[in-house]
């Protein structure tokens, strides 16, 4: 998935699929319906498929999911065009699924634009992971012809979709197959969860709520966790269910397991068909009290520990402390150290063949006060190439931002396997989310117009051993919302960062239990520390001083909230109030009016307890809770809005944002590398220096020469 910080790209839910957070439309026929899963929502795809030349493939892998049923063959709707240039006698697309043909259409003058090409494909040779090919022969005349001529091109829309038809298969309920059935690694968009509540939940269960949530969110992955309104029963729940609480706090979780009760220090952990719907699982984590409680929390959460759990039902007397599931991220953001591999970032080796070969990128998710040192960085290319290349015209070029900073010569007959090339990484265009793209120009070497010409069999690599040298300071004038993009910075959970707290109302509500767990499951998927330090806490129940070495964020609604009333009180907040709004910097007034509509907002602010640490508001005053502005803040679209210390988010989710309050840096940077860099912005200063140097020496010279003929 198209990755990223609180950002994470949604995904819309289809017809017939339950849709995303609080008050999606479930399907009309409970455990049944139809699915669209198109390439630009399920697949990924940000940009349409592009089949160049003469014979052209492009391969996708699609998903037949775990949890379903096929009622009918999946029928695919192909949206294309192509050149006006092809003739349709010998130009054609051919779908192909697992190395099978499926159907084929002639690309002639009558479908160049806005075209579409429907196909059914067969159940039966379907699996799990299921390879879609679009191929295309392609041709503008009858007599010899370039085969890599522009002209020839076939354009595959992200709006082609597959229609799939099914019914939900009944629940097993069996824990050795955890995440599954509520993570479907087969399945289509977000995991949905509707979290069974009855509010004001104790200490322990907020606790044991975002242990369960940061490994849910780290098992999803690229699925991602949605959130439906949260209900009171089960039977209520029209998506996977999950109640997290003691028994007193929810006795339903005793009568769906049929247990008479658990002792105080004594922890559950089941999976369950849902009474009112057996094709949708309810998880029920439970203790007879507070201590059993966080027991299972950590017994189903913990690495080396959920999975010896097994059956229907699991209890649990005795857990020690274990890491989550590891982080499934990739790439990963890069590591503290000034130089590292590809491997350390989890990229492995890549090739790419023929003459439209794509590009090989690496992401450089830097921290999001990293700053370049004068002089930027390095970038060692381990590399290969094959025989049979045009070594005049073959070449690899090496981009970064989108700019090229060098082509090299591919230009050994017999290929290479083992070659290095060093490119400089320019200070002035590397930033914390560059892109380094490495450009591979093959040529096939020989090739006749009048033969069918093959280009499969040239190739470039890069090997995973390439290695990025990139000295860093680390600097931030704050607060600043925009660096939220930056992989959440500063709440990144990271142990050495001071951690994270997310602090909800004193006696939270449903809605924000449920924008609480959402929250957790996205720091899940995007915090890599193999030992998180994320936690879930009443506002009650700590203060800014007991956490004083930690970064909170503060969900705020209009219940109590004993946190966000202390910040409110030391005047640390520039936005407060609901419709009688005061917008202050300090004790100076800035603005106080009446507003009829009190959006949420986001606001960022220091530690009052901390300098060097930050609290994130959050805090909706509308019926519609937290959701909506916890959703702002997993998606990248939206987090890029952000700028300054405060955002109004309007109700269709549009951002205003100010700066208002009164900037720090945080970090410091060596005084040799700040005067350089002094140097730098200030170069023409240095200039007149050295001008004014010459003069002076010039004149010093002058009157040191008249000085010594009139001694002689």
């Known amino acids: 998935m198209r990755n990223v910080p609180f950002a994470l790209i949604l995904v819309t839910v289809a017809a017939g699929v339950p849709g995303a957070a609080y008050g999606g439309e479930a399907p009309e026929t409970p455990g049944a319906g139809v699915y669209t899963a198109t390439l630009a929502d399920e697949f990924y795809l940000t940009e349409d498929l592009m089949l160049s030349g003469v014979h052209a493939t ?13 009622t009918a063959d999946p029928v695919l709707h192909v949206a294309f065009e192509h050149s006006a240039a092809l003739i349709a006698a010998r130009s054609h697309l051919t779908i192909v699924v697992n190395d099978h043909p499926i159907g084929t259409v002639t690309l002639g003058e009558d479908n160049v634009t806005g075209s579409t090409f429907d196909v059914r494909i067969p159940r039966s040779m379907l699996q799990d992971f299921n390879h879609l090919g679009f191929l295309v022969d392609q041709h503008y005349t009858d007599d010899c012809e370039d085969p890599f001529d522009p002209a020839l091109w076939t354009r595959v829309r992200t709006t082609t979709a597959i229609d799939l038809a099914y019914e939900r298969k009944p629940v097993e309920g069996e824990l050795l197959k955890w995440p599954y059935p509520l993570v479907d690694r087969l399945g289509y968009g977000p995991t949905q969860v509707t979290l069974v509540t009855t509010g004001a939940p104790s200490k322990e269960t907020v606790d044991a709520l975002g242990i369960v949530g940061f490994a849910l969110g780290r098992l999803a992955d690229y699925r991602e966790v949605d959130a439906a309104e949260p209900v009171a029963s089960s039977a209520e729940a029209r998506t996977p269910a999950l109640l997290i609480g003691t028994t007193a706090e929810l006795p339903e979780a005793l009568t769906l397991t049929g247990l008479a009760s658990l002792a105080p220090d004594e922890g559950m952990v089941a999976l369950v068909p849902n009474p009112a719907d057996n094709t949708l699982p309810v998880l029920v984590v439970t203790g007879g009290g507070p201590e059993g409680l966080l027991k299972a929390a950590r017994a189903l959460a913990g690495q080396d520990r959920y999975q010896v759990l097994s059956g229907t039902v699991s209890t649990i007397s005795q857990v020690s402390p274990a890491n989550p599931p590891p982080t499934k991220q990739k790439p990963l953001p890069a590591p503290p150290a000034t130089k590292f591999t590809l491997k350390d970032l989890g990229i492995e080796g890549q090739t790419v063949r023929g003459f439209y070969a794509s590009s090989i990128r690496i992401p450089l998710k830097l921290e999001g006060d990293a700053l370049a040192q004068p002089g930027g960085g390095s970038l060692r ?90 000295p860093r300071d680390h600097v931030a004038e704050m607060p600043d919302l925009s660096l939220l993009r930056f992989g959440n910075w500063p709440f990144t959970a990271l142990p050495g960062s001071g951690g994270t707290v997310v602090a909800l109302p004193d006696a939270p509500d449903a809605r924000a239990e449920a924008a609480a767990f959402i929250l957790a499951t996205r720091f899940g998927k995007l915090t890599p520390a193999p030992t998180p330090d994320f936690s879930l806490v009443r506002g009650a129940d700590i203060t800014l001083a007991d956490r004083a070495d930690k970064h909170v964020i503060l969900l705020v609604d209009a219940s109590a909230h004993t946190l966000y009333e202390g910040l409110v009180a030391a005047s640390a907040l520039t936005l407060t109030g609901g419709p009688a709004r005061l917008l202050a910097n300090g004790k100076e007034v800035l603005l106080a009016a009446n507003v009829r509509t009190p959006y949420g907002t986001i606001e960022e602010a220091f530690s009052p307890a901390n300098a060097s640490r930050a609290v994130l508001v959050v805090r909706a005053l509308r019926e519609d809770g937290l959701a909506p502005l916890v959703e702002s803040l997993t998606d990248l679209g939206k987090v890029k809005k952000l700028s300054g210390n405060v955002a109004i988010v309007g109700a269709d989710l549009d951002v205003r944002t100010l700066s208002v309050a009164t900037i720090q840096r945080w970090g410091t940077v060596a005084v040799a590398t700040a005067a350089t860099r002094e140097i730098q912005r200030n170069w023409w200063v240095l200039g007149a220096m050295v001008i004014g140097g010459i003069f002076l020496l010039t004149a010093f010279v002058r009157v040191f020469a008249q000085a010594r003929g009139s001694r002689e």
């Open 58 to 70: 492009r391969d996708i892998t699609f998903t037949r999911p775990a949890t379903w049923t096929l």
């Open 381 to 470: 290319v381990d590399y290969g190439y094959s025989a049979q290349l045009d070594s005049r015209l073959s070449s690899m070029e090496v981009r970064l931002g989108g700019l090229t900073l060098r082509t090299v010569p591919l230009d050994k007959v017999a290929g290479e396997s083992q070659a290095s090339v060093s490119v400089p990484l320019p200070q002035d265009i590397l930033a914390a989310d560059s892109n380094i793209d490495i450009v591979f120009h093959l040529f096939p070497r020989d090739f006749d117009e009048c033969e069918r010409v093959a280009d499969h069999q040239i190739s470039g690599t890069v090997y995973a051993s390439t290695t990025v040298e990139l």
